[in-house]
């Protein structure tokens, strides 16, 4: 029991899921994924492309984000975006349409440095989900 | 004084008017419902990004080169003020209550001496500033086709606001929309978005020590543009439960005084339908008397 911690993701139009039996959340930090467990000091950052996978107590999910911000106090994790989705609820067509997307902004030849190395992490991650 | 058929035909051109009216009302007091149930899910998004945003400046001790987003471009000479109206009509004084707040702020600005830019999200504002402020309204965005409030919409909005911050087109924005307090009040509100007006938070700034990854300064400025566009999602919901809830009081309005019109036009049209048989009879006596 004493190593669960509560966490809440929001999206603007809802609050979309919220646990408290939460053990270990894993989330793709912009610097690299990042997991974290309880009692874990005061950090905010923000989210690249990826999954982020949640463990509670004998169950996993796992959902797919483009962006969104972490704040992990007191042993609340919140996590805002503006786009994520279960990737059980994920059809295969719809996949294929956000990779074809991001495939096209990565070549694309007037999009920054960072633009592009997030489209990238997109196309990798959605690859790897397929 | 009209004839019989006139009044008839009045009374039911006014009756047919309080269906068209009874049954808007009705119509709005459903996506009453619906509105303020996402006016209300969509706030702890906004409130927890303030809430981080807080921490966030908090926390930054190099004020001088902290985002411009936060503190500004320094100066205060050219005001964008973001006016945010409904694109139907029928809804009481909504939106010539946010025209009326709006055309105050912008006297303020011009009797100041200071550039004015507009850009009117809504159909109605831009009908009803059009006349007075053509030459100041440099963009016109209306969600016509969408059917519901959306984040992507908002995000158009905020977007385009960027935009022209990074242009440096202007200094300050401000935008101006009705909260939604209850359904017979409605309170235009006008919210300075850029620079970040001080913000008030419930709990006392804490002292903690976060850890951020990357830099602090990295974050707000990825985090800013996106609570711009929050800001404007949290009044766009707040404007359509608004509109709502006008659109409703105006139309119960609107109905009981058909019905208190057509009680009118009644009792007329009893009086004189009698006084025309009465005219009538007096008419027959008065020959039957003559022979």
New interface residues.
Partial sequence: MSDQFKLEI??????FLLKDDVTEVIIP???GE?GILKDH??????LKPGLIKIFSKGAEDRFFVE?G?V?F?DNNL?I?T?SISNINDMKKDRIDTILSEAEKNSQDKEISDQQKYLAEQKIEVLKSIN | MASLDDLKKRITSVKSTQKITKAMKMVAASKLRRAQE?AE??R???D??N??IV??SNSITDKDNSPKLLVGSGEDKVHLCVVMTSDRGLCGGFNTNIIKKAKTFFQKIIDEGKTLKIITVGSKGYDQLKRAYKDNIIERISFKESKNV??FD??KVGKIIIDKFEKKEFDVCTIFYNQFKNVITQIPLDQQIIPLKALETKNSP?E???????EEDE?LS??LP?NIS?QI?KAMLENSASEQGSRMTAMDNATRNAGEMVDKLTIQYNRSRQAAITKELIEIISGAESL
């Fill in positions: 929001v999206n603007p139009e809802k609050s930090a912009y610097e990042m000091i005061s950090l905010i950052s923000f962006d911000i704040e106090k919140t805002l503006s | 996402s899910r969509g702890p998004y906004s927890k990004m809430n981080i921490n966030l959306n984040y908002a995000n804490s903690d020590n976060y850890e951020f990854e990357p974050i990825n985090l996106k929050t999602f």
